[in-house]
DNA sequence: GGAGCTC
DNA sequence: GAGCTCCAACGCTCT
DNA sequence: AGAGCG
């Protein structure tokens, strides 16, 4: 070991790092310990395509200017732990990554390159997907090498296989289609070759399978090699040992085709971006197809005209949700359902001999390795149980709601005595799970490996509004009201309830109102607005903004009691076991609206189809506005504009700075907000508070732009040094006395009001 | 990057 | 103790 | 037979 050795615990290991200041990119520069950081964090992801295949590693001790090495065979002196594989009798016992240590201890071995074979375990032999590297000539513009690919996608797609895409790191690019592991090499290199035929035919001056140097010239290299027995491509999420270390990065379709060169994948970047929208191959598995050299019947005949006809809605496809799982009477199928019968629960059910085999679940999915659920198995289903979804009828048995809360193909791993590891493949849940039975019927379900991203870990970033001046119309959309209050993201585990402001604080603590009682879950993130109403049951900011900073026990009880706050939930990202921020939003909010018990603190925040009524209505009612939501559309963590609008309803306000709040939080530097007021007929209105968390220099800097946006520059009951506006914000005594007076309530009290009004 | 071998 | 060496592989093509 | 190729 070398001297410098670092420890580091990764699950259940311990791993010494070495050597973590060594320059492995001088370009960057990138040290190792960036590399070991880069995949620490992909590692989830990574392994979901990785994991089971034998590995091939592409080592650079001495960085990317130095001597690389591939290495295949698994040293002695590698931790007991790591896996291996043997090919065949007298191959190498090939290193197999199953674990996130086992990654971060590859990432210490200057492993820069992890290359994959297109089989894996427990079937290494048979391949469980084809790839077709395409390898452009020196001088081949990127986006003809995409063009290319999208073309190969289109072929593909026509013999009936569901295309997958990623960048190859460097030049080329790599088109992936998962299949059934139940051909032999040479079968599935037949069907491969059949397949990129066609393409070469096509495209005589693009493409060539032809491998020699001489007789590819300006074309592409279709590659076909790496399917060969022994062979291995670059896996999805591995760094290169090029300058910038980029990423052999898996995208979508449409992000494919607005690439102009590879260089927004590197080391840097793919970890905030996977964050952000996710891995698009996340559920590959779940479109394996049978080799179509060896179908039935071949779906589609790839001849031209049916491209063409293919070629004219796949605009469409393309952008919509997937398509129907091909082939699927090849494999097994499963279905999880939720089932909200007299006791919510759910079922999973995998299909066995014809039948499916059943458990109910009643507490859920479990959401995290170590996290076990009681399982129940109950009698067996008939298969048209697969998709059946709808409404049990009141008297008969399970009367209640049905709903697929996740359904596509599953794999058993492993067999145990005791009982058997499972693999679900599905746009909905790609997990590996573990049942053990207990006793009789009752079996635990197990979640085995880590998920990609933690959903019930800290806060998630909530989706934001984006203003627009009018009404967005149109079938398209969907219309709720904006309550005016706090922005809250709630994470339930188990029964316990933590509350997340829009910035990620914690702000449990402020509201014991919100418990788990009110809702019928037992793990999940929900989104709402957290507001107090007065008597009419309009939102008054004033009220809530106050409970949020009350401090104290007995405060905050006090608060409570004086004004109860009640959320209007509108989204839920979360599930009992499985993210649902990919499914249309009419579908969570079903979901959402049947979770939340009657009569309680949570309330469902309903919505209506006619927008311009709505918007009409909340301005009558004084509200702050209306937000219009794209059917079907996503949740997108951290942002995506354009599919979440908010109106405001009154456009020409003239808005006065009145005076600002002292920061509640730790740092006595920072500035709570401004406080402003709208001009009205009868004086001036309190309207609320702008931001949050300014530093002084931040507020003065903001106060100086908005002071002439308001009508007068500052309001007259402002003390003496009228001419620094910046000054005049630090008055805290006098304008903190402003706010309380403001927000007791949510009203100016009676004098301030008075001599807001009047006289000025 | 780590280990085994040789001097 | 330092210095050197090893650490893959397939199948096809060209020479 | 051996080197080259990715």
């Known amino acids: 070991m070398a001297k410098e050795a670092q420890w580091v615990q990764v699950g259940k290991r311990q791993i010494a790092l070495s050597n973590l200041t060594k320059t492995l990119d001088p370009t960057g520069p990138v040290v190792k310990a960036e590399v070991v950081n880069y995949y620490l964090s992909v590692a989830p992801t990574f392994l979901r395509h990785a994991r089971g295949r034998p590995l091939s590693l592409v080592r650079y001790p001495d960085g990317i200017e130095g001597e690389q090495f591939f290495q295949k065979s698994r040293p002695d002196w590698a931790p007991e732990w790591i896996g291996s594989v043997r090919l065949d009798r007298k191959s190498q016992n090939y290193m197999v990554a199953d674990a996130v240590a086992d990654v971060v201890w590859l990432a210490n071995l200057a492993c820069l390159e992890l290359h994959v074979t297109q089989g894996r375990i427990p079937h290494p032999e048979r391949p469980d997907q084809i790839v077709f590297d395409l390898d452009p000539p020196p001088d081949f513009g990127y986006t003809r090498v995409i063009e290319l690919a999208t073309e190969l996608g289109e072929v593909l797609r026509g013999y009936g296989y569901h295309p997958f895409a990623k960048t190859s790191g460097q030049k080329g690019i790599h088109v992936v289609v998962p299949i059934e592991p139940r051909w032999e090499i040479p079968d599935v290199m037949a069907a491969a070759n059949e397949v990129a035929a066609d393409l070469v035919r096509r495209y005589k001056d693009e493409a060539t399978l032809n ?89 589609v005949a790839a001849d031209p005209a049916t491209l063409a006809a293919y070629k004219k809605k796949r605009d469409f496809d393309v952008t919509s949700e997937p398509g129907p799982l091909l082939g699927k009477e090849d494999m097994a199928r499963f279905t999880i359902h939720r089932h909200h019968a007299t006791n919510l629960h759910y079922d999973l059910r995998l299909e066995q001999d014809g039948v499916l085999k059943s458990w109910a679940l009643p507490r859920g999915l479990p959401h995290q390795p170590g996290v076990k659920r009681l399982a129940v198995e109950v009698e067996e289903h008939p298969i048209k149980y697969l998709t059946w979804e709808g409404v049990i009828p009141k008297g008969e048995y399970g009367a209640g709601p049905m709903w697929v809360y996740a359904t596509g193909r599953y794999s058993v791993t492993k067999e145990k005595k005791t009982g058997f590891y499972f693999r679900l493949h599905s746009e909905q849940l790609n997990a590996d799970y573990r049942m053990h039975r207990t006793q009789g019927k009752q079996w635990l379900l197990e979640r085995v490996h880590e998920p990609d991203r933690d959903w019930l870990e800290g806060s998630v970033p909530p ?84 409970r949020l900073h009350s401090r104290g026990e007995g405060a905050i009880a006090r608060a409570a009691k004086k004004h109860p706050a009640v959320c209007y939930l509108f989204d839920c990202l979360y599930l009992d076991g499985r993210p649902v921020v990919r499914d249309p939003l009419e579908k969570r909010r079903a979901w959402l609206e049947d ?95 702008l931001g949050s968390g300014f530093t002084d220099r931040a507020l003065e800097e903001l106060a100086e732009a908005l002071l002439p946006m308001a009508k007068t520059e500052r309001p007259d009951f402002i003390p003496e040094d009228q001419d620094k506006s910046a000054e005049w914000l630090k008055e805290a005594v006098y304008c903190d006395a402003i706010y309380s007076s403001l927000t007791s309530g949510g009203m100016l009290r009676q004098g301030m009001y008075k001599r807001l009004r009047g006289d000025i």
């Open 211 to 299: 491998w020699s140097k001489k007789a590819r010239e300006t074309r592409v290299l279709i590659d076909l090699n790496r399917n060969r027995k022994g062979q291995t491509a670059v896996a999805a999420y591995s760094l290169r040992g090029k300058p910038g270390l980029p990423v052999s990065m898996p995208v979508t379709w449409e992000e494919l085709a607005t690439l102009r060169d590879a260089s927004p994948y590197t080391h840097a970047t793919v970890p905030g971006i996977l964050e952000d929208r996710g891995d698009p191959w996340e559920a590959m598995a779940a479109y394996a197809v049978a080799i179509h050299t060896d179908r039935k019947a071949v779906p």
């Open 463 to 546: 989706l934001l509004c984006e203003k627009v001046d009018a009404v967005p119309i149109g079938n398209d959309y969907q219309y709720e009201v904006k309550w005016d209050g706090i922005r809250a993201i709630f994470t339930v585990i188990e029964q316990e309830v933590r509350i997340w402001s829009r910035n990620g604080n914690d702000i449990t603590d402020q509201f014991p109102e919100f418990d788990a009682t009110g809702l019928n879950i037992t793990t999940g993130v929900l989104d709402g607005e957290i507001v107090v109403l007065d008597e009419v049951g309009r939102p008054e900011f004033g009220r809530v903004i106050k």
């Open 595 to 689: 979770l939340i018990r009657p009569d309680t603190a949570f309330r469902f925040s309903q919505s209506v189809e006619d927008g311009e009524l709505l918007f009409k209505a909340a301005k009558q009612q004084g509200l702050e506005g209306i937000i219009a939501k794209r059917k079907g559309s996503r949740y997108s963590p951290g942002r995506r504009p354009g599919t979440w609008l908010k109106i405001k309803s009154e456009h020409d306000v003239t808005l006065r700075i009145i005076g600002y709040t002292r920061g509640s939080g730790a740092r006595s530097d920072t500035v709570g907000s401004l406080v402003v007021a709208e001009e009205a007929e009868d004086g001036l209105v309190y309207r609320g508070h």
